[in-house]
């Protein structure tokens, strides 16, 4: 039966949360290549990912932007996405370099440590077309703020209350969930906040599929790739 699904980078790769959508069971995996959610002929009719998707040539993304401009006091949860000509670096002087070459402008380290995932999620968007139209980019603080009523979250993330304000919304739509899920994953490989933001994407994934969801932009412009440069919630 079709599956749906919510994925979040996390130290061991990526822990992604699966919903079958007819019995509505939810299961958990951790996965080094985001390819293998796809592979054995899994149907995984959509997948919510928190990963930068379409890129720019040059400047800022517009979704990055008005995700921003959105988010309030949880702004700086919006990492600027590495821009196309930067992605292959293989060193984060490199990268830094071409970004000063392209914009003007260096990257922070933070940002090029997502560049392996990044890319990893491009390339398999690049060589497949069908993937295209079941993979979608959310960012979790968007999404939690849609979940929240429009209102975004008053402290982050991996403060004690920002952790149990995101775990009380969960909660009241998955139930225990989440403690089922920390117990299968050890703490070293996944994090409490990873296993959040992967059910918020999850949570989007099902706003998707029920055609409730919501883009930034509304307008979305794509890339020189033919990729979407939008966050979902």
């Given at each position: 039966?079709?599956?749906?699904?919510?994925?979040?980078?996390?130290?061991?790769?990526?822990?992604?949360?699966?919903?079958?959508?007819?019995?509505?069971?939810?299961?958990?995996r951790?996965?080094?290549?985001?390819?293998?959610?796809?592979?054995?002929?899994?149907?995984?009719?959509?997948?919510?990912?928190?990963?930068?998707?379409?890129?720019?040539?040059?400047?800022?993304?517009?979704?990055?932007?008005?995700?921003?401009?959105?988010?309030?006091?949880?702004?700086?949860?919006?990492?600027?996405?590495?821009?196309?000509?930067?992605?292959?670096?293989?060193?984060?002087?490199?990268?830094?370099?071409?970004?000063?070459?392209?914009?003007?402008?260096?990257?922070?380290?933070?940002?090029?440590?997502?560049?392996?995932?990044?890319?990893?999620?491009?390339?398999?968007?690049?060589?497949?077309?069908?993937?295209?139209?079941?993979?979608?980019?959310?960012?979790?603080?968007?999404?939690?703020?849609?979940?929240?009523?429009?209102?975004?979250?008053l402290?982050?993330?991996?403060?004690?209350?920002?952790?149990?304000?995101?775990?009380d919304?969960?909660?009241?739509?998955?139930?225990?969930?989440?403690?089922?899920?920390?117990?299968?994953?050890?703490?070293?490989?996944?994090?409490?906040?990873?296993?959040?933001?992967a059910?918020?994407?999850?949570?989007?994934?099902?706003?998707?599929?029920?055609?409730?969801?919501?883009?930034?932009?509304?307008?979305?412009?794509?890339?020189s790739?033919?990729?979407?440069m939008?966050?979902?919630?």
């Amino acid at each position: 039966m079709p599956i749906i699904a919510g994925a979040d980078g996390c130290p061991a790769g990526w822990i992604v949360i699966e919903e079958d959508t007819t019995s509505h069971e939810i299961e958990s995996r951790v996965t080094a290549r985001i390819e293998d959610v796809f592979a054995n002929g899994r149907d995984v009719a959509v997948l919510a990912i928190d990963i930068p998707i379409g890129l720019t040539e040059s400047g800022a993304r517009q979704c990055d932007l008005l995700a921003r401009r959105q988010l309030g006091p949880r702004a700086s949860s919006v990492f600027p996405a590495p821009i196309r000509p930067a992605l292959a670096s293989e060193s984060y002087e490199e990268a830094s370099r071409v970004s000063h070459e392209r914009q003007g402008k260096g990257i922070s380290k933070q940002s090029f440590m997502i560049f392996p995932k990044v890319r990893s999620v491009d390339v398999a968007l690049r060589a497949d077309a069908t993937l295209r139209e079941r993979v979608f980019e959310v960012h979790p603080e968007v999404c939690f703020q849609a979940w929240n009523g429009g209102v975004p979250m008053l402290h982050a993330k991996k403060t004690f209350t920002g952790a149990r304000d995101r775990s009380d919304l969960v909660r009241s739509v998955f139930g225990d969930v989440f403690d089922r899920i920390r117990a299968q994953h050890r703490r070293p490989a996944v994090s409490d906040d990873d296993i959040l933001d992967a059910i918020a994407a999850l949570w989007t994934a099902r706003r998707i599929v029920s055609r409730a969801s919501r883009t930034l932009p509304d307008i979305v412009p794509l890339d020189s790739a033919g990729l979407p440069m939008r966050m979902v919630y």
